[in-house]
């Protein structure tokens, strides 16, 4: 088989690539682990920056996200028992939209099959070779047989855990990561949500945030220990240390109900440089992961696709290497600072085991610092709305 670009991985960042190269007549073939159902079956993030939404239409898959999708123009900032409102929209004239990663992925594969794209599902031992040299390509096991698919490029869209970035230890790959000494216990309830907007809470017990993914499904997080077991955690006592960790006004108005989903993720940042090693571009968690708190994992994935799609759009169209050469250095600049923003919003929601009297004060300083200084929140407003690409 040959292809012009062969995606590893059919997560966001590889559906949104493949999509829009696709649109511009360039070929592809994406390989994915897991069947379409375990894709589909993943609940994670929820809220797109503009820049992402945007591509979704240029991608032509963002007609259900545009109906369905829910604008926000600001969310609150909750401590010392009080709320504050982050305006999103009279700082900086952009909102974000909350529409889950699960939808935004159902579109892109609808897309896909729409428009005759190929995916191969269950494809095993996916392995990138040569790419090195001119001549790239990836091997894959279906069915008890080897494949070969030759291609001008690999995109590693395969996530954290996949074979693209394994792929290139030892060649020069460098990695940098920070990991916290806690995790986010998440539940989905098919319950109306607590507020119209997001509240990131900074609670003596913990982190914890509301959210929602339509306005009959509310989508809640707390701060717990990394040992915590999900099974420890009954509905009930879910719900009781939510309503804990809010402002007495807002735990009364929380509608309880049974969960659809429950789940603890580790909070980790992370880096992988360079994100091109010759004919291989990694893309995505595949290249860094960001802790939850502001959002941004998926809508990094996306500022990658962004550069990586111009680079190689301009490659097929004017035979111009520039795009693809400038891939890395873009796109590590844009990633690093999401980092820096999701690092330091998680330093100042969440309570840290080790922070001592001292931490105590500064972050109490830093939030009562936010909720006076119009400068300060700007800040605060324009990273979460997403930096321009
Ligand atoms: P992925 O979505 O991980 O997609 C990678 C794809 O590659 C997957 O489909 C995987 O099955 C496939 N793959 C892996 N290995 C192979 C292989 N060997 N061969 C072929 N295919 C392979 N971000 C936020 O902004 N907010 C959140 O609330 C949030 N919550 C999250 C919760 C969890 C539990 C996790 C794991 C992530 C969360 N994120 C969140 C991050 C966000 O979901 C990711 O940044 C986003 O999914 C990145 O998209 P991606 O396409 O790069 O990677
Ligand atoms: C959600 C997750 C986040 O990390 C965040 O900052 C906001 C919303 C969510 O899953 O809805």
């Known amino acids: 088989m040959r292809t012009q670009v062969a995606i590893i991985g059919s997560g966001p960042s590889g559906l949104l690539l493949g999509q829009l190269l696709a649109d511009a007549g360039v070929d592809t073939i994406i390989l994915e682990r897991a069947t379409k159902d375990y894709v589909l079956g993943r609940i994670r993030a929820g809220v797109l920056e503009e820049g992402m939404a945007d591509m979704l239409d ?22 010392s028992g009080r709320h504050h409102r982050i305006d999103l929209h009279a700082l900086t004239g ?5 529409y889950g990663q699960t939808e935004v992925t159902r579109d892109l594969m609808d897309r896909r ?12 031992n996916v392995q990138p070779h040569d790419f090195d040299g001119a001549s790239p390509y990836v091997t894959y096991d279906k069915d008890g047989v080897t494949h070969r698919i030759d291609c001008d490029f690999i995109a590693g869209c395969d996530g954290f855990h996949g074979p693209s970035r394994k792929a290139v230890e030892g060649k020069g790959l460098q990695t940098f990561e920070r990991v916290y000494p806690f995790g986010w216990l998440g539940i989905v309830a098919e319950v109306p949500p607590v507020s119209h907007e997001l509240i990131y809470c900074n609670h003596p017990r913990g982190f914890a945030l509301c959210s929602m993914r339509s306005n009959t499904r509310s989508r809640y997080y707390v701060q717990c220990a990394l040992d915590e077991k999900v099974e420890e955690w009954s509905d009930d006592r879910f719900w009781d240390e939510i309503r804990r960790r809010l ?10 109900g049974p969960s659809i989903e429950k789940s603890i993720a580790p909070l980790r ?35 990658d696709v962004r550069y990586l799609f111009d680079g190689l759009r301009d490659y097929y169209a004017d035979k111009s290497d520039s795009g693809i050469n400038a891939y890395s250095e873009r796109a590590l600049r844009r990633v690093w600072k999401a980092e820096r923003f999701s690092w330091w919003m998680t330093n100042t929601m969440h309570r840290f085991p080790d922070a001592g009297p001292f ?12 909720s ?3 400068a300060a929140q700007t800040s605060l407003a324009e990273n979460y709305v997403g930096l321009p690409y």
């Open 372 to 374: 006076g200084s119009i």
């Open 113 to 124: 099959e729409a428009t005759g794209g190929v995916t191969i599902y269950e494809a095993q």
């Open 359 to 370: 931490g105590q004060r500064m972050q109490e300083a830093e939030l009562d610092y936010l």
């Open 94 to 98: 952009k909102r974000v939209v909350v």
């Open 269 to 303: 940042s992370f880096v992988a440089e360079p994100m091109r090693f010759g004919r291989l571009f990694l893309v995505g968690d595949a290249a860094h992961i960001v802790p939850p708190t502001g959002a941004k994992g998926l809508n990094l994935a996306a500022s």
């Open 58 to 79: 240029e991608a032509g898959a963002g007609a259900r996200m545009r109906r369905e999708g829910l604008p926000h123009d600001g969310f609150d900032l909750t401590f």
């Open 247 to 256: 402002p007495a006004e807002t735990a009364e108005a929380v509608t309880t």
